[in-house]
Every structure is written in structure tokens, then in C-alpha cells.
């Protein structure tokens, strides 16, 4: 196995120099400051003490600075897994004991273990399989519930609840006793934060500063509502007035720790292991793959399955939560310049560093602040446009969205993500269950094929054409049986059917059988079943079989090729010719083209 593709750090290590540490440094110190008060916020979030927060943004940004592949991915705790911690661990045990630390340690370690696996057995394919409509239903749902599960610190409320519906009978219930300096101090930040989102950026810009700038001082607005509201609360004593802070903070590094190994324990977290492992990877894939696609780079998504595995790994014996790459974070890493992975190794030191020097100024810092930064942050998260799109588009991919949406929002993120996954993969079996096909004619005076009902194009009515638009597998056989039987039971005068099959990747074994019964069904009826444009490896597979050999017709090269021969209009050589050809062995390397029999391309 490839060193090098094992260690991707051993790819840019060695070109290492002054201007890209430079670059890394000023990216490092950047993303370090947006990072210290999102670590305390998503470690509250996930119902832990917020230096849990610090402590999983070291050991595994190190780690994926060695194992990861992308150049500017920055890990750590996110909102949407920090939910979906909290709603796992909640059932484990109370917020605040030790029993609930533990099943979140224990967490990491599943979900670092799972994707190491996968990785290992290089099974990153398999996200492909969730829709992108899927995906952000559950992500809007998740976003609106991280929301509302906020509220109750901005309001100074009591409220509780695994979903949207629990926690706003929770807010409604708790109204009445509202902390008066707490709201104050949420809705001031709330709207801070949203208007230095919105309008900060288009100011510096107007008044001449910079792009680049103006750009961190945006992002850098947390860390102004961090500081004065910490202020405030320490000089007016707002905390003796019910105003919850974060208060004592340890200080110091992130401790060694070793999560349990009770198997009643991982038999509980154990699915909820699985969909964090899911939801962080496609998150990370997903933004990993947009930065790297802008600097014409890419990513390893089996590496990637491996280097964030291996960073819950490290967050687990390193006293840290679930972590994967987050995207607003990875954003300003980007844009801030950042050129290698040592990026994040160096936002690791500054993390590090804050939790040993800056703990005791956060004693004072609100959690009505964290909470609205929270708030803010996951607006990003609810895109409400991209439901209609979905629905102009595409009834079934919307209705897997609103289930998703509906069933996250109604009973919680576990069942949500559980309900969205299933869909995913039933929408797809049943799309390649009933794969599309054509019947095609010849576009008169060339050698292009195309679909009868869609264009004026020749037809024979000795002969039909059918091109399959799809692999054949299991799920689809029956399908082409019925649509083949049908196509010849409508056309009475019918004497060759082709199969054009160019779009073909993969015939498996229940295929192969439902070929079988085509031909001799069709011999029975009198009709001669052809194949045309059979890709290479698929014809490989097929040569060796009691098809091949008991195939009524030929194989041809090209569609053109059966149309010319089965219409009369060559010299009978074409069939014996491309048959030849296609099973003539292979003479060269797989790659060398000159030696390897091509169809025609249309």
C-alpha cells in the first residue's frame, strides 16, 4: 500500500516552506479566534461543559492535519452534530453527570471507529447513495431545531424537548418567567450578530476597506459580542441577577481519558454512532470537495473516511465530543489563505493555548451570547428556497424531502436521518427498477439513433430497436422482461429485436437470467433477439455464458451496424464481423486503446 496515500501529510511536508507557513499562520490565527467561542457554544449545545468544547478542537485537528486530504477542511464540533450528540447521549443519562460525559466519549470513539473502517474498506462510495434533497431537509429540520432549542437561553427560560414540537410547548409553558437582563443581553447579540452578518461587510466596504478585511471582521463579530457582553456581566454583577454564565472554566490542557467499554452501552449508541458517522462525513465530503474544486485540487473520500475516524478517535481519549469538518470554519480557513493541513495543526496550538490562558476571562462570558451565536450560525443551515426547487423539480425527490423534514421536526434528528437514509435508498432502487427506455428509429441520412416518440426518424416494421437507459441488476430483470414482451406482442409483424446497450455498465446474474428467458421466449415467438454497443467488461463477462452461446442473433459493434445488416442493406459480413471482434482477446495493457476493439461513436 502507498505510504504516501496512507499519510497524506508525507505529499506536502516535504515542499514545506517560509511563505506557506506564513500563509498557514495567518490562517491559523484567524480561524482560532471564530473558533473559541463556537467550541463553547456546540459543547453546550451538546449538553457538555463548554471546555469539552476546546478540548475537541486540538488533538483532532492535529490528527487530521496528518491523515486527511484536504487542504483547508477544518474539524471540530458543528451544530448539527452536537445536536444529534445531545439527543443520543440524552437518553443515556442526565445532562451534568459523569455517566453523560462517558457516553459521549464512548460516542466519539464509536463514530471514530466506524469511519476508520469504512475508510479501511474504502466504502466512501456509499454516501452517494443519500440524496442531496434528503440531506438538506434533514438539515433544515436540524437547523430549525438547534434554533428553537436555544431559545430557552436567550429567553432565561426552563424548557426541554427531542423535538420542534416539545421545545416550543416548552418556551410557551416557561414565558411567564422570563429573566429580564438575560433577554437583554440574547436579543442584543441576536440582532448584532444578524445585522453584522447581513449589512457589516457592505460598511467596511462603502467606507474603503479592503474585500479580504472586511471580510474577517465580519466573522470576527462573535468574538466582539463575546467580549463585551463578558464585560458587562463582570462590572454590573449581572450574574447575581439570574443571568447564567458559563462560570469556572479548568484551565489547562485537554486531559487523557478512556471511554468505556460497557457493551450494554455500545449496543445503545451504536445506530446513533452510525448516523453521526453518516451525517459528518457527507458534510465533510461535501465541503471538502467545493474548496478543493476551487483550487483545482480533490480530495481522497476513502482518506477522508479514515482522517476524520481517526479525529473522533483522538476526541474520545482526549476528553472531546464528536467532531467533523465544519463548513462556516472551513470557509473563513479558506479564505484567510490557508495552504496545507498545518493550517488547522496551528489552530490547534492557538486552541490549545486559549484553554490554558484564557479560561478564567470566560467565567463571566453568558450563555444567552453562545446561544444567539448558535442561533446565527445555523440560519446558514435552513435554506427554505431549496424546498420549492425541489418541488418545481421533482415531486418524489420532494416528498422524501418533506417526510425527512416532517418526521426530524415531529419526533427527533435520530428518527429523522433514519427515515431520510431509508428513503434515499428507496428512491433509488426504485428509479433503477424501472429503468427508462426507447424504442429508436434512424435519423434519415446519418448513423444517429434516437427516440421515436421524440423525433422523425426511421423505422422498420421488421425490427425495433430498444435502447436501455441503465445497468441491469436484480431489481430491474423483471422490468426489461415485461418491456420486451410487450414490444413484441404490439408489433405482430416484428422479425429482429435489438438491445442497444451502450448505456449499459453492469449486467449481474439475475440479468443474465432474464436474458435468457428473452431469448428463448423471443425464439419462441419467432423473433431474433440481437445486442448492440455491449461495452467491453460487460462483454467480458458475457462470452463465457450459456447465453452467449445460445444467443438466436448477433452482437454488433454499433447500432447503425444492425440496422444496415438486419435491414438487407450490407454484404452479411457486419454480424460474423463485430462478433469476431468483441470476443477477440485482449492484447496489450487494458489501457492501450489500439489494441482493444471500439464500437462506433455517435
Not at 477544518?74 to 440524552?90: D, E, R
Not at 448513423?447 to 441488476?473: G, M, P, W
Not at 436474458?515 to 419467432?526: M, T, V, Y
Request: hydrophobic content about 50%; overall charge neutral.
Amino acid at each position: 500500500m502507498n505510504l504516501k496515500r496512507c499519510l497524506p501529510i508525507l505529499q506536502w511536508l516535504p515542499g514545506y516552506g517560509r511563505a506557506t507557513l506564513g500563509s498557514d499562520l495567518l490562517a491559523a490565527v484567524i480561524v482560532t479566534v471564530m473558533l473559541i467561542p463556537q467550541s463553547l457554544a456546540y459543547a453546550i449545545l451538546a449538553g457538555l461543559p463548554p471546555q469539552v468544547g476546546l478540548y475537541a478542537s486540538i488533538a483532532p485537528l492535529v490528527v487530521y492535519a496528518v491523515f486527511g486530504t484536504s487542504r483547508t477542511l477544518a474539524v471540530g464540533p458543528v451544530a448539527v452534530v452536537s445536536l444529534m450528540t445531545a439527543a443520543a447521549v440524552g437518553q443515556i443519562a442526565p445532562q451534568g453527570s459523569p455517566e453523560y460525559l462517558g457516553a459521549a466519549l464512548v460516542l466519539a470513539l464509536m463514530s471514530g471507529l466506524m469511519l476508520t473502517l469504512m475508510g479501511v474498506a474504502r466504502l466512501g462510495f456509499l454516501t452517494n447513495f443519500l440524496s442531496h434533497p434528503v440531506i438538506s431537509g434533514f438539515i433544515t429540520a436540524s437547523g430549525l431545531i438547534i434554533a428553537a432549542s436555544q431559545f430557552k437561553h436567550v429567553l432565561g427560560v426552563e424548557a426541554s424537548g427531542h423535538n420542534l414540537l416539545e421545545l416550543l410547548a416548552g418556551l410557551a409553558r416557561g414565558l411567564g418567567g422570563m429573566n429580564g437582563p438575560t433577554l437583554i443581553i440574547g436579543a442584543s447579540v441576536l440582532v448584532f450578530l444578524y445585522a453584522a452578518r447581513r449589512w457589516l461587510k457592505l460598511g467596511l466596504l462603502r467606507l474603503g476597506v479592503p474585500v479580504r478585511p472586511a471580510d474577517m471582521l465580519t466573522k470576527a463579530a462573535p468574538i466582539l459580542a463575546v467580549a463585551v457582553t463578558t464585560l458587562a456581566t463582570w462590572e454590573l454583577g449581572l450574574d447575581a441577577r439570574g443571568v447564567a454564565v458559563v462560570g469556572s472554566v479548568p484551565a489547562g490542557l485537554p486531559p487523557l481519558t478512556l471511554p468505556g467499554f460497557d457493551s450494554g452501552l455500545w449496543s445503545q449508541l451504536f445506530l446513533a454512532a452510525l448516523l453521526i458517522s453518516i451525517v459528518g462525513f457527507v458534510e465533510s465530503v461535501s465541503v471538502g470537495q467545493t474548496l478543493a474544486a476551487k483550487r483545482r485540487q480533490r480530495i481522497d473520500p476513502d482518506q477522508e473516511l479514515v482522517g476524520l475516524g481517526a479525529s473522533n478517535i483522538a476526541a474520545s481519549f482526549t476528553g472531546g465530543m464528536p467532531v467533523t469538518g465544519g463548513f462556516a470554519r472551513s470557509v473563513v480557513n479558506f479564505d484567510a489563505g490557508a495552504e496545507t493541513p498545518a493550517a488547522g495543526a496551528l489552530t490547534a496550538v492557538g486552541i490549545a493555548g486559549a484553554a490554558l490562558l484564557l479560561t478564567p476571562l470566560i467565567a463571566y462570558l453568558p450563555i444567552a451570547t453562545l446561544a444567539a451565536t448558535i442561533i446565527v450560525a445555523v440560519l446558514s443551515l435552513v435554506d427554505f428556497p431549496a424546498i420549492k426547487r425541489t418541488w418545481d423539480y421533482s415531486r418524489s425527490d420532494f416528498a422524501a424531502m418533506l417526510a425527512t423534514i416532517l418526521v426530524t421536526l415531529g419526533v427527533g434528528v435520530e428518527s429523522g436521518i433514519t427515515v431520510g437514509v431509508g428513503l434515499s435508498l428507496a428512491l433509488h432502487l426504485y428509479r433503477t427498477s424501472r429503468p427508462h427506455s426507447a424504442v429508436v428509429g434512424r435519423v434519415p441520412g446519418s448513423e444517429h439513433f434516437r427516440n421515436i416518440k421524440r423525433h422523425d426518424v426511421e423505422t422498420d416494421d421488421r425490427l425495433a430497436i430498444l435502447r436501455v437507459d441503465e445497468s441491469l441488476y436484480f431489481a430491474n430483470a423483471r422490468y426489461l422482461e415485461d418491456t420486451v414482451m410487450e414490444l413484441a406482442a404490439r408489433q405482430p409483424t416484428l422479425e429482429h429485436i435489438v438491445l442497444a446497450c451502450q448505456a449499459v455498465n453492469l449486467i449481474d446474474a439475475s440479468a443474465l437470467e432474464s436474458l435468457e428467458a428473452i431469448n428463448g421466449r423471443l425464439k419462441d415467438s419467432g423473433v431474433t433477439l440481437h445486442l448492440a454497443e455491449v461495452k467491453g467488461p460487460v462483454m467480458d463477462r458475457l462470452q463465457n455464458t450459456e447465453f452467449c452461446r445460445e444467443l438466436t442473433g448477433h452482437v454488433f459493434l454499433s447500432t447503425y451496424d444492425a440496422w444496415r445488416e438486419l435491414r438487407g442493406e450490407s454484404d452479411g459480413s457486419l454480424s460474423r464481423r463485430c462478433l469476431e471482434m468483441q470476443m477477440m482477446p485482449v492484447l496489450g495493457p487494458p489501457n492501450d486503446v489500439s489494441t482493444r476493439p471500439h464500437p462506433r461513436t455517435h
